[in-house]
């Protein structure tokens, strides 16, 4: 998996103003696929999926920090520069002053540390100065609540503040590392977020919270990670790590992938998996809780100059990540290129840092990779190292067959390319927002749950009774897990446990499911980290006085059914190139149903097993990506070399071989799809 970029939106013309800016703040809707933006005194909303611009308002003032507010369908509260709270309404185009300072002087600008906190029970937003003794609380309406100063109990600097997403809870964090919860109705305190001694921590500095589960994530200031279950009256920890040496400015859940993204202020970001290890044999390993996640190192230059964009220098530090609640999207914000906290990479391009350059590659002949890379980054030179012009140049030494080239071979070019790069180097504001994804290449469809759709039948409108048939229930998959959704009550119930027990230390997801309603058999497709991919064959139960029925695995990484009656199926072996077919007893049954006497419909689930296992192997000419379902005699589907989709006949009159049947995978001489450029096969 990898990051890269959806689209930049385009915040080049703010205002009309002949000078570019840089986007300062950001925020997505806690439901809805919308982006706002912050740049100047406007606050732009765009269409997350489209890029499209939605609306624009004035504020006011530049914007510090800023929210959409749970509590209305379309609003944002902010903390604006000249210390104001406003809330902004898009659907009326109105802002209104919810809170204003005592002192009218008092000025703040885009880089200060405020802190902000909305709750969806109540419409009201708690927000506080760095390192104040105190939070205040106001309506997020016009005309609702009075501003109210609340005294903390404990007498230390409050460091951040954070509202539970579902609980009327307000947590507030302390210079020494103690996080106290609130009731924000009665400010009664619940329970305290302390460690021992034997653990220093200096304050939060950034919150998130498990979708589901009772689990609060904390980033601490000096680096440390934390994970805390709250859902008993004694909070315990139940995970700890050291990110590194900086401290941690956002932490965020993303939802799809299941996993932890946090951001230190140095611009490092890192992605974990949780995992708790349920063995009452021993007890739960704290250091163990947080893992790195298989995801490739982020590259900035390359995430700016992806979807029609363009990279900027010196490389620009990322200050903020914002992640939806509920989609695969964030967007990303960098410390501004014309302040001052970016001397020390523009200095890599100067003749000076040239020769420290020089100096480091000359004093590191002989040493390590990871030794020369942690020089380098202490100099400074990680703006030449990420370059993705460079990157694509070693790219394609890799690809013409030459030696696997060294970091110091990277360094020393990275030397020769910061001579041109002196000259040319852009320190101009980055005037667009890129929104990112995570993207896995081998699965596409990772972020869409695996599921069973209703399909129409092409001549519904034609026929003159239009009565469409629901079935009682949509299947999808949860884990290992196959569930079943009642579209009359709504209730999710266990419909089937796949697997009965999968090994720990084991990495899995479900790919692909398919059903046959004539044979009331489900093929899953499950991917499995370091082993091979599985195909799980699953008998419905049509009987209800018969036993549970059971199912049985085949190897393989995708599957379909075949011919009218779907008495077959194919799987495509992990290697892509080998296909076994395999006969069902469904043709057989149904043709001594028509001749004679009705014969026992519900075999036992060990007979089907058995009759499934026989199979006949088949060979593609090359690799093939996906396998189809089709209602044709003996006829499969097959998606290839990256842009066509063909038919081939599944009959022993291929060339045969020793290890079976051949299927020609070109498309000349039958029947295919050439997709366009950019076109991906996802589903059939």
């Known amino acids: 998996m990898e990051w890269a970029t959806v689209q930049h939106l385009d915040l080049r013309h703010v205002g009309r103003s002949q000078k570019a800016l840089q986007p300062h703040a950001a925020a997505f809707h806690p439901s809805q696929a919308l982006v706002a933006a912050a740049i100047g005194n406007y606050i732009i909303e765009f269409d997350a999926f489209t890029g499209s611009k939605m609306s624009t308002i004035d504020i006011g003032a530049p914007v510090v920090r800023m929210s959409y507010s749970p509590t209305s369908s379309h609003a944002i509260v902010a903390i604006l520069e000249d210390c104001t709270i406003r809330s902004c309404d898009f659907d009326t185009e109105q ?248 001397l020390k990479n523009r200095a890599a391009y100067t003749r000076e840092g040239r020769k420290q350059l020089f100096a480091v590659l000359q004093g590191a002949r002989g040493s390590s990779a990871s030794v020369l890379k942690e020089k380098l980054s202490s100099l400074g030179s990680s703006g030449i190292l990420a370059d993705h012009q460079l990157q694509a140049q070693l790219q394609e030494h890799h690809l013409k067959g030459h030696s696997q080239l060294t970091i110091s071979d990277i360094a020393r070019r990275a030397f020769l390319y910061s001579h041109f790069m002196e000259g040319h180097a852009k320190s101009a504001p980055i005037s667009r927002l890129p929104l990112i994804t995570v993207l896995d290449t081998k699965h596409h469809l990772k972020d869409i749950p695996v599921c069973l759709p209703f399909h129409l039948e092409l001549n519904f409108f034609n026929k003159a009774n239009r009565v469409l048939h629901y079935p009682v229930r949509a299947f999808y998959l949860d884990g290992v897990n196959l569930m079943a959704y009642n579209l009359c009550s709504g209730a999710d119930t266990l419909y089937k446990k796949l697997y009965s027990s999968i090994p720990g230390n084991v990495e899995y997801h479900p790919k692909y499911m398919i059903y046959s309603k004539k044979q009331h058999l489900f093929l899953v497709v499950y991917e499995f980290s370091g082993a091979t991919n599985e195909v799980v064959l699953y008998w419905e139960n049509t009987d209800v006085h018969t036993a549970n029925s059971k199912g049985s695995t085949v190897k393989g990484r995708d599957a379909a059914f075949i011919g009218p009656n779907e008495n077959q199926f194919a799987v495509l072996d992990d290697d892509k190139t080998g296909l076994a077919l395999y006969i069902l007893p469904g043709l057989a049954s149904q043709e001594v149903d028509e001749r004679n006497e009705p014969v026992e419909q519900n075999q036992s689930a060990d007979s089907k097993v058995g009759l499934a296992q026989g199979s006949m192997q088949f060979m593609f000419e090359t690799e093939v990506d996906r396998i189809f379902s089709t209602p044709l005699e003996s006829t499969i589907m097959f998606a290839s070399h990256g842009d066509q989709i063909c038919q081939a006949k599944l009959v022993q009159g291929y060339r045969l071989s020793a290890d079976g049947h051949y299927i020609s995978t070109k498309a000349e001489g039958r029947k295919s799809i050439k997709l366009k450029v950019n076109e991906i096969v996802l589903q059939g």
């Open 95 to 342: 802002t209104f002053v919810l809170h204003s300072p005592e002192k009218r002087m008092e000025h703040i600008s885009s880089g200060t540390e405020v802190h902000l906190a909305l709750t969806p029970l109540q419409p009201v937003v708690f927000f506080g100065f760095h390192r104040r003794m105190s939070v205040t609380v106001v309506g997020t309406v016009e005309g609702g609540r009075a501003p109210t100063k609340i005294k903390a109990d404990l007498k230390k600097p409050i460091v951040n503040l954070a509202c539970h997403p579902r609980l009327p809870v307000l947590y507030v964090a302390y210079a020494d590392g103690w996080i106290r919860a609130y009731n924000i109705h009665t400010y009664a305190v619940h329970y305290t977020l302390q460690l021992d001694n034997t653990i220093k921590l200096i304050g939060a500095g950034a919150f998130a919270f498990h979708p589901t589960l009772e689990w609060i994530f904390v980033g601490d200031r000096r680096g440390t990670l934390l994970a805390w279950d709250v859902s008993t009256e004694r909070p315990n920890m139940i995970g700890i790590t050291q990110v590194g040496s900086q401290p941690i400015t956002s932490v965020a859940w993303l939802p799809m992938l299941r996993l932890l993204v946090t951001l230190s202020k140095d611009g490092t970001l890192q992605a974990w998996k949780t995992r708790v290890m349920l063995n009452p044999n021993r007890p739960p390993m704290q250091a163990n809780f947080f893992e790195l996640a298989a995801i490739e190192s982020i590259d900035v230059p390359r995430i700016l100059s992806q979807q029609g964009g363009e990279a900027v220098y010196p490389l620009p530090r990322i200050r903020t990540i914002e992640v939806h609640s509920k989609l695969n999207l964030a967007v990303l914000l960098f410390a501004n290129m014309t302040a001052g906290d970016n």
